[in-house]
T-cell receptor
Framework: RKEVEQDPGPFNVPEGATVAFNCTYS??????FFWYRQDCRKEPKLLMS???SGNEDGRFTAQLNRASQYISLLIRDSKLSDSATYLC????????????FGAGTRLAVHP | EPEVTQTPSHQVTQMGQEVILRCVPI?????FYWYRQILGQKVEFLVS????????KSEIFDDQFSVERPDGSNFTLKIRSTKLEDSAMYFC????????????FGPGTRLTVL
């Protein structure tokens, strides 16, 4: 089983749509979770951390289900500028903060 | 303005040559990381560096790779004898000292090995 698994997409949605991405992770001891956004040939940029209670940042909502080892990202009212690859990222248990990346889910928002 | 800068932005080299990739933090940090991303693949951890020592490294980080902080500021990744499969984007990342879980990535160096 892959350490972090995501549906690669692509998700093609119109502007204004709501889209949800899912991610599963294999190590139940993992404690920290993130969503990063990556534009083509650019660096990953932190979108948001994911907390157990769920958290929201504007149009973006992240949820964590530890029992199912499942993380989600919901984007409401999609904008053209949301087109990117969304990376599910898990911090490896242990002391040195190594990040384990999923392969990413590609989102294309069209007019 | 990026909090971490990397040089060069693009490096082209011949197979077997040595390359040095540089990461320059804007402010003083203790934790640094190197990751790589082969085109079309996921981002992979290479090595973490804390307080001028390697704290963890992956299987990818073999004897051909080394890291150091030669002047207490710049943070370098050296590949001694490049192979075609070393062609990738190499990202340096630093930890936010206020939130040590969170890593911020530099713009990357694209390495092309011919």
């Amino acid at each position: 089983r892959k350490e972090v698994e995501q549906d690669p997409g692509p998700f093609n949605v119109p502007e204004g749509a709501t889209v949800a991405f899912n991610c599963t992770y294999s190590n139940s001891a993992s404690q920290s979770f993130f969503w990063y956004r990556q534009d083509c040939r650019k660096e990953p940029k932190l979108l948001m951390s994911v907390y157990s209670s769920g958290n929201e940042d504007g149009r973006f909502t992240a949820q964590l289900n530890r029992a199912s080892q499942y993380i989600s990202l919901l984007i409401r009212d999609s904008k053209l500028s949301d087109s990117a690859t969304y990376l599910c990222v898990v911090k490896s248990p242990g002391g040195y903060n190594k990040l384990i990346f999923g392969a990413g889910t590609r989102l294309a928002v069209h007019p | 303005e990026p909090e971490v800068t990397q040089t060069p932005s693009h490096q082209v080299t011949q197979m077997g040559q040595e390359v040095i990739l540089r990461c320059v933090p804007i402010s003083n940090h203790l934790y640094f990381y190197w990751y790589r991303q082969i085109l079309g693949q996921k981002v992979e951890f290479l090595v973490s560096f804390y307080n001028n020592e390697i704290s963890e490294k992956s299987e990818i980080f073999d004897d051909q790779f080394s890291v150091e902080r030669p002047d207490g500021s710049n943070f370098t990744l050296k590949i001694r004898s490049t192979k075609l499969e070393d062609s990738a984007m190499y990202f340096c990342a630093r930890v936010d000292p206020q939130v040590t879980d969170t890593q911020y990535f530099g713009p990357g160096t694209r390495l092309t090995v011919l």
